[in-house]
């Protein structure tokens, strides 16, 4: 039996992303062509990987041994075309992080990278993590720091970053809070969106989603504007960090690097350049 890694690829998708529709979203396809997808694949292994729950999906139990072994199978896959098509030395090092790092601590990151690549030259990806762990199974990129390192096997931890509540002006001194709270947040998947729901669920309060964005500008203008209160590393232009009450507390956010045995030598610079990073702007020292 021949299976099609781009099958495997909606399949994996919709396991992670929850949904048809987020799944082919994060693959840039249409919704019919992920549908198409799975009808071909579950044709193929003659079983059912979803059952109807309401409006989503969830795994049978026989697609919950398939996720295992066809995740297994797709990384083994994408690993074999990533060195045979990149293996060069002419090709870039590519280095993944998340948004929340291009503010507080990116310079020194890069700067210990390139240092360790000598006259290798890098490239730069930006964007979620969940997105970077699945762009560094394909071979698509070679090392990223992330938040949330998933279920990746070869995800080392590199210390923490301070993650502070930001508001407009306005907000930031509001006194009391405005109740319902307003929050704005990332899509989901997404690790800060998670933390944030919980620390209000902590605290207490009663929360409505102001505002919500794929990436970090978007959260930023909506916080920028009024709309809300974002948990994020860092600020911006019109942001400010709120400095009283229950939301002054800063939450530390363990930062993870999924690199494979062969960049292993990046782990100990890039530790050292993540505390550099931190208390030159400082932040509480990384662990």
């Not at 994020?232 to 999924?258: C, S």
């Amino acid at each position: 039996m021949d299976l099609e890694p781009a099958h495997l690829r909606s399949f994996l998708a919709i396991v992670d992303y929850g949904g048809y529709h987020r799944a082919a979203e994060a693959l840039h396809l249409t919704q019919p062509a992920v549908s198409r997808h799975m009808r071909r694949l579950e044709a193929q292994l003659g079983e059912s990987l979803f059952a109807r729950r309401g409006r989503g999906v969830e795994l049978t139990p026989y697609g919950e041994r398939a996720a295992q072994e066809l995740r297994e199978a797709l990384a083994a896959h994408d690993r074999a075309v990533a060195r045979l098509g990149r293996g060069a030395d002419g090709d870039p090092f590519v280095l993944g992080t998340i948004e929340n790092l291009v503010d507080p601590v990116l310079p020194e990151l890069i700067a210990a990278t390139r240092d360790e690549l000598g006259e290798r030259a890098l490239a730069l990806r930006v964007d979620r993590s969940a997105q970077l762990v699945e762009r560094v199974r394909r071979g698509e990129v070679d090392a990223a720091i992330v938040l949330d390192p998933g279920d990746a096997t070869d995800a080392v931890a590199l210390g923490t970053v301070v993650l502070r509540w930001w508001a407009s002006a306005p907000l930031a001194v509001a006194d009391p809070l405005p109740q319902p709270f307003p929050l704005v947040a990332y899509d989901p998947p997404c690790s800060l969106r998670d933390r944030s729901l919980r620390r209000l669920d902590e605290l207490g309060f009663e929360h409505v989603l102001a505002a919500e964005s794929p990436h970090l500008s978007g959260v930023q203008s909506a916080v920028r504007n009024g709309l809300g209160y974002a948990l994020l590393a860092a600020g911006g232009d019109g942001l400010r960090a709120v400095a009283r009450g229950p939301l002054a507390e800063t939450i530390p956010a363990q930062l993870w690097l999924v690199v494979d045995r062969a960049h292993q030598r990046l782990v100990a610079p890039l530790r050292a350049a993540l505390w550099r990073g931190t208390m030159r702007r400082g932040l509480p020292e990384a662990a």
